[in-house]
């Protein structure tokens, strides 16, 4: 069963809906650029509010290693996520698990994810100033060739409750991740979407 990651979470309200929907992970984004940006207070509270076996994944871009272990302890993360331009050898310092996201472009060799010794690599859509949270897919063929050089896959960028059928049966991805697709503004969530893209996921 494919695993589901909903992303962006910035309140108790959304994330109790993804927890009672089925999701198997949230999201919480402490870059201070993002919309969804969460302070590591509000954070704290939900995840300490989360019932067993619903990870925790804070989401840091370009971040100083220092802050991005005080937020993990402060918080009680369960994974970190890596959103920016983070080389195999900073992912490395860690000691928890770690999700590396790679934003992928056309033409461009694949060879260098087998760098990265982590638990999960995240494939997003590329923009040359956004890291993430951009709602437009990439192509998916890409992510398919790109499955032999990652130990699992999670499929990002620009998934929605209308494509994610297709996304999954082409790519057949360990997980999947969406913020902006089930959203009716950044950092708010849609029920219905949430709904109808996690029930999609998992049946498949």
């Not at 000691?95 to 995240?122: D, H, M, P, Q, T």
């Not at 409750?161 to 969530?189: H, L, R, T, W």
């Amino acid at each position: 069963m494919t695993k589901v990651k909903i992303c962006g979470i910035t309140n108790s309200e959304d994330a109790k809906w993804a927890v009672d929907l089925g999701t198997d992970a949230l999201g919480f984004v402490f870059y201070k650029e993002s919309p969804r940006y969460v302070r590591k207070e509000v954070a704290r509270d939900i995840i300490c509010s989360l019932p067993p076996f619903v990870s925790s994944v804070g989401v840091f871009v370009n971040e100083q290693e220092e802050r991005i272990n005080e937020i993990s302890e402060f918080c009680s993360l369960d994974l970190i996520q890596l959103h920016g331009n983070e080389p195999p050898d900073f992912c490395a310092k860690f000691n928890k698990r770690l999700i590396k996201a790679l934003r992928i472009e056309e033409g461009v060799s694949l060879e260098f994810i087998s760098l990265y010794n982590v638990s999960a690599i995240l494939f997003d859509t590329y923009y040359k100033d956004i890291y993430g949270g951009g709602g437009k897919a990439f192509n998916w063929q890409l992510a398919s060739e790109a499955k032999g050089y990652a130990k699992r896959v999670i499929l990002a960028g620009g998934l929605n409750p209308d494509n994610i059928f297709n996304a999954i049966q082409m790519v057949k991805p360990y997980g999947v991740d969406v913020s902006s697709g089930v959203e009716y503004e950044p950092g708010k969530k849609d029920y219905d979407k949430l709904k109808k893209f996690i029930k999609i996921a998992k049946e498949l």
